[in-house]
């Protein structure tokens, strides 16, 4: 498989996308009928997300069409040389997956070499499942079972910041008590870093230790470069 699991989209004062950009290059050489699926959009149009990435894209002269054109999405994906699947909301982007039945024809086509590229929710939609995102349940899918194209949960975003007088639980403490009863390890993954599987192995681009918590609440570092998780 060729993945590429980038933490966020856009970082503070700079243009959107581009930060991966790339990353994103690199990972799409060569692809000439890359789709984008846009469903973890809420608050504006698929329209409007396909136009804000092709607009990043276009400065390395790439290109997407969104799957929402589509009126046959089977096809569209069977015929695309790259899949890639933006943030927003990771409960609506997996709906959507599953209410159109696209998870086991995504699973197929990435399965078979098609590179795929998802940031924030996308990156969360290629775990196991969707247990580790950081957004709100606004929509409710069939099941928390995702794409399942790595066998690691991301939780993108991570940071260990907290607000002053505000009592709740931090990001990690969230993210012990998922370890406390699930056995799938969880990559806590910053702004502006990710993670790149391809023939040569599990890579970790990121410019600073960044933790895995395994059952039970095990922390161990890792660091930029190839990983084993």
Not at 40 to 63: I, K, P, T
Not at 153 to 161: A, D, G, L, S, V
Request: net charge negative.
């Amino acid at each position: 498989m060729k993945l590429l699991l980038l933490s966020n989209s856009t970082n503070p004062n700079e243009p959107y996308l581009s930060w991966p950009l790339d990353y994103i290059e690199r990972m799409m050489n060569g692809c000439k009928n890359a789709v984008f699926v846009p469903y973890a959009a809420v608050g504006f149009s698929y329209d409007e997300y396909e136009s804000r990435v092709n607009e990043s894209l276009a400065q390395r002269g790439l290109n997407v069409t969104s799957i929402h054109r589509s009126n046959n999405l089977i096809q569209t994906l069977d015929d695309a040389d790259a899949i890639l699947v933006g943030g927003g909301n990771t409960f609506h982007l997996l709906h959507e997956l599953q209410r159109l039945n696209l998870v086991e024809k995504i699973k197929s086509v990435v399965n078979s070499g098609i590179p795929y590229i998802g940031w924030s929710a996308g990156s969360n939609a290629a775990c196991p499942t969707i247990r580790t995102t950081n957004d709100m349940p606004i929509i409710e899918p069939e099941s928390f079972e995702a794409l399942g194209l790595v066998d690691f949960q991301i939780n993108p975003h991570y940071t260990e910041r907290t607000i002053e007088g505000h009592g709740g639980e931090s990001r990690l403490q969230r993210l012990m008590e998922y370890s406390a009863i699930n056995v799938i390890p969880v990559v806590c993954l910053p702004e502006a870093c990710a993670i790149r599987i391809d023939e040569n192995g599990t890579r970790l681009l990121s410019s600073e230790p960044v933790k895995l918590i395994k059952k039970g609440g095990k922390i161990e570092p890792l660091h930029h470069g190839m990983v084993e998780i």
